[in-house]
Structure formats: C-alpha cells, structure tokens
C-alpha cells in the first residue's frame, strides 16, 4: 500500500508520508525475523549459522537494490523503484502464512502511544539539529539548538517512563547486561558509518565521477558481495575467534578500509574503489553478526521478540544518525571550500546557493554558464572532495571507538553442548521397545 502510494504521489508530502509508511512497514518486518531465528534455533551454533544466512541474504537484497534500482530510474520512471515491491509482496505474503512459524508472549499489556511518540519526537529532534548545525548554523543558533535539547529531554524523559512502566516498550533493564548493551552499541556505530558512507559515495559517484545511477549500483557490488561473503563464513569465524575478537577486527577493518577510500581524488580509480568497498563491505558485516549473535544470545529466550526490535531499533538509529551526523560534517566542511568564489567574481547570492550541496553548485554553474559556470563547477568539486576527506577520518575515528567497545564482549563462543538437548528429545520421542534375543 505505502509503496503504490509513493509511486503515484504527485508533491513532496505525500512522498515523504508514503516513505514514513514503508519505514513503519519494514520496522514490523525485521525484528520479527530476528526473533523467529531466535525460538527456531535453540542452539546458539545452528543460531549462528542461521544468523549468517539471514545477513548474507539481506546482502543479496541490499546488492541488487541500487542496481535494479538504477536501471528502472534510467529507463522507466521514478515512480517504478516504488511498484516493484507490489509483486514481491504477491509472492511473499502467501508464502510467509504459509511457512513461517507463529510465536506469541504473554500478556505485554496496553501498548504505551505516549512512549512511542516521545521516542520518535525525541530521535525526530536531535537528527533536525544536528542536521542545521551541520548546515552552517551558528552553535548558539536557537533555531538548532531548541531543536537537539528538545530531542535529549524527550529521550531522557522516554527512557525514565519506561523504567516505571510495568509494561515497557524497551525492557531498559536488559541493557545492564554489559553483553547486549555494548552488542547494540556496536550496531548502531557500524550502521552509522555504513549509511553515512554510502550516502556520501553515491554522491561522489555520480556528481564527481560522473557515472550513471546503473553505473553506481554496479560499482557498490563489491561491497555488497563481500558482506555476503562475511555472513556466510560467519559462523565459522565467531566459533573460531570469538565474538570479542570478531566484532573489534571487523570494527578495525573497516576503519583500514576507510582511511584506504582518503586516497579517492578529481578522477576515476576502480581498483582502488573496488579493493576499499570489498574490505568495507567484508569488516562492516563480520561486525554486525558478531553484534547481532552476541546480543540475541545473552537475551533470555522468552524476551528474544524484545530483543530483536532492539536490535533493529538500534540498526534503523544508527542509520539515521550517520546521514545526519555524517552528512553535517561533510557539510561543514565543503561549505568553508567555496569561500574564494567571491574573490573571483562569483555572485555572493550564487556562492551561498552553491555552498548547500554539489548537486545545487551544479545547477547554480549551469544556469551561469560560460568561464564563471566553469569555475564555480570546479571549485564546488574540489571542496567536496576535500570534505569528503574530513568526513572519512571522522568515520575511521567513530570505527576505532568501536573497536575498543567490542572490549566488552565475550572472549569466548560459550556454547551449551548439544546432548541434553538430545536426551529431552529421545525422552520426548522414545524409541519402539525392542526384545531381547532373535525375532520370530
């Protein structure tokens, strides 16, 4: 519905409200396969590897997304990217009725709205501000600062009415185990950077290399194969490793990969972006299952739904926050770039359009035209790639910090043997009698 919704819509709200939708939609969608993982698979070495299938599947789609994607913008219409879900859904919806397993808790009592809305404003706050912050706005800017110190009451205030309510939307006491806790902060760093990066590579594929939206797509799947690879091996490496190890070389790999992406410049270099996306692709994933194994483990079984919305809450955050911190550092640091343009006749009024982004530079330098259009072009290029610079170091920083959080994480792969399991099913399904001696 949202997504036939957002293909016909005909203004920017009615878009916005039909992505709001979709995201509603997904939010039911993923904690719910987590949890399904978690009652199926009791034993955490099956869990592990069925964990590592989910993610290299979530891989396939997160693979082929940008790149059909990038071939229905360029040879349909917009609109398309949004109503070839309607036939996925055809096909999936019978077949999930159909195959998945139902599982219900107890009695969670009446669903708290008041928490949920407090939640939302409050996350909705501090992303608006830092978003304006990181646009050019001044740090004593009321209009930013209202905003970010909204957010954290509400979120401070969300957080204290869930410790009082008997029914809790987040059971905050889970976060005392310093397993899950640092698991899910380990989630919401890798997701920060993996968004945040994304976001600002397709840019600097398009608007600085200049390729295609199809030509992008092709070009992120290295990344994408390769965080197939890591969640497909991934069982292997947790049981070989441990997760302390597993989450915090992930952690350092990607920030290696990341410091390797500095090297990007004015031209095309594609062994260099596709060696950098693989070792991105690779680390970003084996940290994410290490977290996300970690976490649905040290959760007790009967709190495993709670624990995987956590998980995916967490995921879906650290999304959020890395277009918004990310995006804000790169914009304070590719508007500083474009100061010279008034020393070279450029109109003050142009330049202040252009500082918002490359892509309103390149509008502004096409409808100047001529040796101005040309040099407001170049220049906008070069302080995007300068802040594209300052924007990765900051990430490799955010990387390393997670390095030393994975700290906090077992050592070990501590699996309970398998034979008790074993016994309660043979005593569960005993064996036909058999007499001793010869049959007749």
Not at 341 to 346: Q, S
Request: hydrophobic share 50%; with cysteine.
């Amino acid at each position: 519905v949202a997504s036939a919704l957002a293909a016909t819509a005909d203004t920017p709200a009615v878009l916005i409200a039909a992505r709001a939708l979709l995201g509603v939609g997904g939010a039911m969608i993923m904690p719910a396969t987590l949890s399904i993982l978690r009652q199926v698979f009791p034993d955490r070495r099956e869990r592990a590897l069925a964990i590592g299938v989910w993610t290299a599947v979530a891989a396939v789609g997160a693979a082929t997304g940008p790149v059909v994607g990038g071939f229905l913008v360029e040879h349909f219409w917009w609109g398309s990217v949004f109503l070839i879900n309607i036939p996925l859904m055809a096909v999936i919806l019978p077949l999930g009725r159909w195959l998945l397993p139902e599982s219900r808790g107890g009695d969670d009592g009446p669903w708290d709205v008041l928490g949920a809305l407090m939640a939302a404003a409050g996350v909705l706050g501090v992303v608006l501000g830092v978003k304006r912050l990181g646009g050019g706005a001044g740090l004593l800017d009321p209009v930013s600062l209202g905003p970010l110190a909204l957010g954290l009451a509400l979120l401070i205030l969300f957080v204290r009415r869930q410790k009082r309510r008997r029914h809790p939307l987040i059971d905050i006491s889970m976060f005392a185990r310093p397993a899950f806790s640092t698991a899910v902060g380990c989630i919401v760093l890798a997701m920060l950077a993996l968004v945040g990066l994304q976001l600002i590579a397709v840019q600097y594929l398009q608007l600085v290399l200049g390729l295609s939206p199809l030509e992008t797509g092709l070009r992120l799947l290295p990344l994408t194969f390769a965080a197939m690879a890591a969640g497909a091996t991934g069982s292997y490496t947790l049981r070989r490793i441990g997760p302390r190890r597993m989450v915090g070389w992930g952690f350092v790999l990607t920030a290696a990969s990341v410091l390797l992406l500095t090297s990007m410049g004015q031209h095309d270099r594609p062994a260099l972006l596709t060696c950098a996306f693989v070792l991105l692709g690779f680390g970003l994933q084996t940290t994410l299952f290490g977290a996300y194994e970690s976490m649905l483990s040290d959760a007790p079984p009967e709190r495993a739904g709670g624990a995987a919305a956590i998980g995916e809450t967490s995921y879906q955050l650290g999304a959020g926050l890395g277009i918004a911190l990310l995006g804000s550092v790169m914009n304070a640091a590719y508007a500083p770039g474009l100061s010279s343009l008034r020393e070279k006749g450029v109109p003050a009024r142009a330049g202040a359009e252009a500082s918002h982004s490359l892509g309103e530079a390149y509008q502004v330098a096409a409808q100047l035209g001529g040796p101005m259009g040309d040099l407001l072009r170049s220049t906008a290029r070069h302080a995007f790639v300068g802040g594209l610079h300052i924007t990765l170091f900051v990430s490799a920083g955010l990387l390393l910090l997670g390095a030393l959080a994975a700290l906090r994480l077992p050592k070990v792969m501590d699996c309970p043997p398998k034979e008790p399991c074993r016994r309660a099913e043979a005593e569960a399904h005993p064996a036909e009698p058999q007499a001793a001696g010869p049959r007749a």
